[in-house]
């Protein structure tokens, strides 16, 4: 398989994942504290990695060229995690999936300050059509805007800042270890807060859906920094609004949440607008492969 096969294939399944963890988080903050949901979330992701990666990488699993940069990546992960968890509880699955998409959008306009990555006028405008989307979405000032969506907005800022880290320091770690790492920090994050909020599970179901979720978490982001290494941003981008069509599918179908026509028209700009960066950006990187090498002088 190629690695940008491979990288797609890696997206497509942390979409899925990802899908399937939002709706696990949605119903377990209902019924317990949600920094219980997340220290949870980390805890059995963290189990996962370890019975996944140690037998196969042993200490490697634990060596980091760059240990400063991948626990800021943590901790990025981890707020994200935590601002959306709940802003989550309160918001249909399609609705928080839609603000959550404008996470490529950040990306490519920080891409020039953080990745040394020109970006042209066109994706600029792109850019801005999709922020307009967003605020169709969020509509700040109407009479039936939710605060709760501005959690998701900062969530969001937080995985447009763990993606670029992620593209910044991926390619020279071990996808394993970065994923590893990343369930550390989350865990120990959330660990002094869990318990002064702590609801013990009345049921072995309700055990289950707490590790599921971890499962989903950690198979989603080792999918993820899998993509990331593998192949430019531009190839894989466009896959991550699948999770647009998860959301609403599990929302209608777990919560009966139908989101609003101009909720669906926000989402629509957004889309659009990511898919011609996802364009551009293709055409930018053939042309980058199609230039000469430099002449010797």
């Not at 935590?82 to 399609?94: D, K, N, Q, S, T």
């Not at 993606?163 to 959330?190: H, N």
């Not at 699948?242 to 629509?268: H, K, M, N």
Request: glycine residues 8%.
């Amino acid at each position: 398989m190629s690695p940008i096969l491979r990288a797609i294939v890696a997206i497509i399944l942390s979409v899925m994942c990802f899908s399937v963890l939002n709706a696990l988080s949605k119903t377990l903050g209902q019924l317990y504290p949600v920094i219980e949901v997340i220290w949870a979330r980390y805890v059995f992701a963290f189990i996962l990695m370890l019975l996944m990666f140690l037998p196969r990488a042993g200490l490697d699993l634990f060596r980091f060229r760059n240990i400063g940069s991948q626990i800021v990546r943590g901790l990025l992960l981890f707020f994200s995690s935590f601002l959306y968890f709940h802003g989550l509880v309160y918001l249909p699955l399609a609705t928080a999936a839609s603000i959550s998409l404008t996470s490529p959008l950040i990306v490519t306009a920080l891409s020039a300050r953080f990745l040394n990555e020109p970006v042209g006028p066109r994706r600029w405008a792109a850019v801005c059509v999709g922020f307009i989307g967003a605020l169709i979405v969020v509509r700040p000032g109407q009479t039936h805007f939710d605060w709760h969506a501005l959690l998701i907005v900062a969530s969001t800022l937080c995985s447009a800042f763990y993606q670029l880290f992620s593209r910044r320091y991926g390619p020279s770690e071990r996808a394993d270890a970065s994923a590893t790492l990343a369930t550390i920090v989350g865990t120990v994050a959330a660990a002094p807060f869990v318990p002064f909020e702590w609801l013990t599970p009345t049921s072995y179901w309700h055990w289950a859906l707490f590790a599921g979720m971890g499962v989903m978490a950690g198979v989603g982001h080792y999918f993820v920094t899998i993509a990331y290494s593998q192949a430019p941003a531009a190839a894989i981008a466009p896959f991550n609004y699948l999770q647009l069509v998860g959301a609403a599918l599990l929302g209608y179908l777990l919560f009966g949440d139908i989101p609003d026509f101009w909720s669906w028209v926000g989402a629509g700009v957004i889309v659009a607008s990511g898919l011609y960066i996802g364009h551009r950006e293709r055409i930018r990187h053939r042309l980058s492969q199609q230039a000469p090498p430099p002449r010797k002088s």
